[in-house]
T-cell receptor
Framework: KAGVTQTPRYLIKTRGQQVTLSCSPI?????VSWYQQTPGQGLQFLFE???????NKGNFPGRFSGRQFSNSRSEMNVSTLELGDSALYLC??????????????????FGPGTRLTVL | GNSVTQMEGPVTLSEEAFLTINCTYT??????LFWYVQYPGEGLQLLLK?????DKGSNKGFEATYRKETTSFHLEKGSVQVSDSAVYFC??????????FGGGTRLMVKP
């Protein structure tokens, strides 16, 4: 079974531009979550999409947005890029069955990430 | 919300040495606990997990035991290899399908 794929793998943008990243989950997985990884802040949750609806959102400004399509593929968009947006953006997919609360969650499978550099 | 703290690295070991990476958690109950590993240039891979107290997760020679008395989930391996060099993350769930991660511990194994 193919794993989680993310495109592109690398991106270089300049301040003020916008960018769209894509994530294709494992076949059959209906939940896609996005995380930002930076040396200073570590791994931080951006948002989760399930059944084309945003289910949960982290503490990021409105410049960060996402969507999910009917085939469960997801995109995230960052508008008006800032230098601090340079990071590795990881997506994770899961089946999203059973409990999802502060005690339990499905196993999440991560893609290789998109490395975004903002100049 | 739930949180997790893990030891800072880097941890440098010689091949075949014993590894321990400490992880402690803060939670109102007994959440599932995870260890993920990130190899250079790659995303995260689930290494092992435990879903309840006293469970032991194991994979590829790595083990971690869920200890509610000490709120810990320390990662151990009896004999590390150069190929184990990576960054290791302890994690636990928060609201919804969200994982909260520790800061990561870089392991470097020298031949």
């Amino acid at each position: 079974k193919a794993g989680v794929t993310q495109t592109p793998r690398y991106l270089i943008k300049t301040r003020g531009q916008q960018v769209t990243l894509s994530c294709s989950p494992i076949s059959g997985h209906r939940s896609v979550s996005w995380y930002q990884q930076t040396p200073g802040q570590g791994l931080q949750f951006l948002f989760e999409y399930f059944s084309e609806t945003q289910r949960n959102k982290g503490n990021f400004p409105g410049r960060f947005s996402g969507r999910q399509f009917s085939n469960s593929r997801s995109e995230m968009n960052v508008s008006t890029l800032e230098l601090g947006d340079s990071a590795l953006y990881l997506c994770a997919s899961s089946l999203r069955r059973g409990r999802h609360d502060e005690y339990s969650t499905d196993t999440q499978y991560f893609g290789p990430g998109t490395r975004l550099t903002v100049l | 919300g739930n949180s997790v703290t893990q030891m800072e690295g880097p941890v440098t070991l010689s091949e075949e040495a014993f590894l321990t990476i400490n992880c402690t958690y803060t939670a109102t109950g007994y959440p599932s606990l995870f260890w993920y590993v990130q190899y250079p240039g790659e995303g995260l891979q689930l290494l092992l997990k435990a879903t309840k107290a006293d469970d032991k997760g194991s994979n590829k020679g790595f083990e971690a035991t869920y200890r509610k008395e000490t709120t810990s989930f320390h990662l151990e391996k009896g004999s590390v290899q150069v190929s184990d060099s990576a960054v290791y993350f302890c994690a636990l769930p928060n609201a919804g399908n969200m994982l909260t991660f520790g800061g990561g511990t870089r392991l470097m194994v020298k031949p």
